[in-house]
């Protein structure tokens, strides 16, 4: 943990920050449409992505285009209705429509395309290492095999590194609201087939499925050599945050936007440097906060949290990590040290090697 620590105490300088280089940043153009002006020339940054479901990633058009692929009649009339779609009142009315939507990914190439599909968009958003969490039980329960899910999501990220520029981790998460029993079966059968995984984690519906549910999952996959994450004080109170490290050990925190309620816990979360990776714009579609302005990440950068700025489900909450930068650069006007030191956590919370993130950090300084 002491490189968190030496990230706390020796944030980045402003001025080793360069001036925006626009013209040469990808995706720059799409946030100059959207952007007030003083955002136009923003430079987009090298980040980790931590916290990204790649079934989360499937776009509307690469639905249409694999259920046709898969001889697959969907529900819906056409583009406009599925859009429709995405307008959730909670972490429940999402799930509906996500689990609903995986229905399309039957094949090894399916599940290649749409991390395909993500790895290119990611890298034009800045991403230079991404963590890549999949739900292998969402796919099982409807008949896919893990070989299928795993090797295809797989395929795309052996490559990832020469095609787009991006280094990769993939995740195993388990579904808290399904039992520990199918957790641990679908661990064995995962390192049974020897799957690259490097770390596992736990995500779908929080609230009254509390951490300590899967405290043999977790002990397990430790004991397997596996890096540890949960989601935790998204929806579900800051007490399971301290659950996810005190009974299951986690490394990080997805989302824990919650723990601000929790004075005694930011202080811990503080003093331990402990990685939490919020998703802004997520946040605002299911209604954790009312509007991105309500948000309290400026608070948690103030209060010395190791935050970092992650797209969760993209395809569905409105934007990849570069839309999340610029929404929160629109409603924060977030300084160019707080979109540096963003960025500097997120490389620092990786689980990549001491290399990779000297690479990564060296190409944040120099711009
Ligand atoms: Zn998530």
Redesign the pocket.
Known sequence: MDNYRDTAADPLPETELPEAAASEAPGTEASEAEAPEAEAAVRILPVAEL?L?IEGTLQPELIFELAERNGITLPYSGLDELRGLYEFTDLQSFLDLYYANMAVLQTEQDFADMTRAYLARAAAAGVRHAEIMMDPQAHLSRGVSLETCVNGVASALATSVKDFGISTMLIAAFLRDLSEESALEVLDGLLAMNAPIGAIGL?SAEVGNPPSKFERLFAKARQAGLRLTA?AGEEGPASYIIEALDVLGVERI??GIRCMEDPDLVERLVADRIPLTV?PL?NVRLRVVDTLADHPLPAMLAAGLNVSVNS??PAYFGGYVDDNFAQLGAAFGLSEFDRARLAANSIHSSFASDERKAELVDELNRG
């Open positions: 916290h479901h995500d989601h997805d989302h998703c997520s969760d489900d």
